[in-house]
């Protein structure tokens, strides 16, 4: 989870449990239906866990110096040229609530966390389900636009939406 915003929801995959972090305090998500959970989460067993159709790579993806590719759920690529990195970086895609703080846009797809946040020597490539343009999470509900054609590319990973800016008002 990042930056001091409490009320952020992170799916936690590499346990193997699905858990939803609220705050310091762990909680487990309770539901009746699919209605009740957060976009990109299904209702099973009363719990909300990610619908990723079992392609989240659990362990990470190692990539290190020579680049590479990491496949997520919610359609993510992400495509590390050569040279873009100094060392091997093991990545994780983690599902993220669509309760996560944002502004400026409305989302068209989930929100995902490409985790550890890195900056690459040279940009990847991201791809994520949803149409419109892809945002990123700088701090809060603070987002960045990222325009042009997907892929998009990205200088860091980090907290991602795809969505379309809302309308300023005259």
């Known amino acids: 989870m ?7 929801f992170t799916l936690v995959m590499t346990s193997g449990c699905s858990l939803v972090i609220l ?3 762990t909680v487990t998500p ?3 239906t699919d209605d009740e959970c957060a976009a990109g989460f299904l209702c099973v067993d009363t719990v909300c866990q990610a619908g990723t159709g ?3 790579p659990v362990e990470g993806v190692v990539v290190g110096v020579d ?3 990491v496949e997520g759920p919610f359609g993510v690529t992400l495509t590390v040229p050569a040279g873009a990195l100094t060392g091997d ?3 994780f895609v983690l599902a993220v609530s669509a309760t996560t703080p944002h502004t400026g846009f409305s989302a068209t797809g ?3 966390d490409l985790d550890p946040t890195v900056t690459f020597a040279t940009p990847a490539s991201l791809t994520l389900d949803g149409t419109g343009q892809l945002f990123r999470q700088e701090d809060g509900d603070v987002w960045d636009e990222l325009t042009g054609p997907s892929p998009f590319a990205i200088s860091q990973t980090g907290v991602f939406a795809r969505g379309t ?6």
Do not use: H, K, M, N
């Open 2 to 8: 990042r930056g001091p915003f409490a009320f952020v």
């Open 110 to 112: 989930p929100f995902v």
């Open 67 to 69: 680049g590479g590719t």
């Open 165 to 170: 800016p809302d309308e300023e008002e005259p």
């Open 89 to 91: 970086v093991t990545f």
């Open 54 to 56: 079992g392609i989240l």
């Open 30 to 32: 309770s539901c009746a």
């Open 23 to 25: 705050g310091d305090a």
